[in-house]
């Protein structure tokens, strides 16, 4: 490999890190934004339980409640392997067709099809098991993963 091979890898590495520390940024100012009004009114309302509103409390305690409620949206609009699974689940829920299960499309656009699917973030090899027998009987042998 040559220096502009690696500078390259470096340039996507720092691509994918920065978009993970992005998406773990949202999640944890959603959570904060969504549960932090809850905590600050319980510690006063120890204090003073006539200074909060019964209807503000029930409010605020729904708010946090919310933050499960948008965990999902969030892991959706940021995460190419969720969308990628949450489609098949419902797909398998709903989808009446067999070959809405059977296809997908390569990060080229292109069509697979006629393989076993693995979720996009599952990378691990195994060469076999203490056997030595292969332990992924329904895999492709094609498959470079």
């Not at 509103?53 to 892991?75: Q, R």
């Not at 489609?87 to 059977?102: A, D, L, W, Y």
Request: proline share 4%; hydrophobic share 40%.
């Amino acid at each position: 490999m040559n220096w502009i091979d690696n500078l390259i890898l470096l340039v996507k590495r720092f691509r994918m890190e920065t978009k993970a520390a992005k998406t773990l940024g949202i999640i944890v100012g959603g959570f904060i934004c969504c549960w932090l009004p809850f905590f600050t009114m319980y510690l006063v309302r120890a204090f003073c339980a006539d200074c909060i509103h019964p209807l503000v409390f029930s409010i605020l305690f729904w708010l946090g409640y919310c933050n499960s409620a948008i965990n999902p949206l969030i892991y959706a609009l940021f995460s190419k392997d969720f969308r990628f699974a949450f489609k098949r689940i419902i797909c398998k829920c709903f989808c009446t067709g067999k070959g809405s299960m059977n296809s997908r499309r390569g990060s080229d656009g292109s069509q697979l099809q006629g393989r076993q699917f693995r979720s996009p973030s599952y990378n691990v090899q195994v060469h076999g098991n203490s056997l030595g027998e292969e332990s992924d009987p329904g895999g492709d042998p094609s498959d470079s993963r």
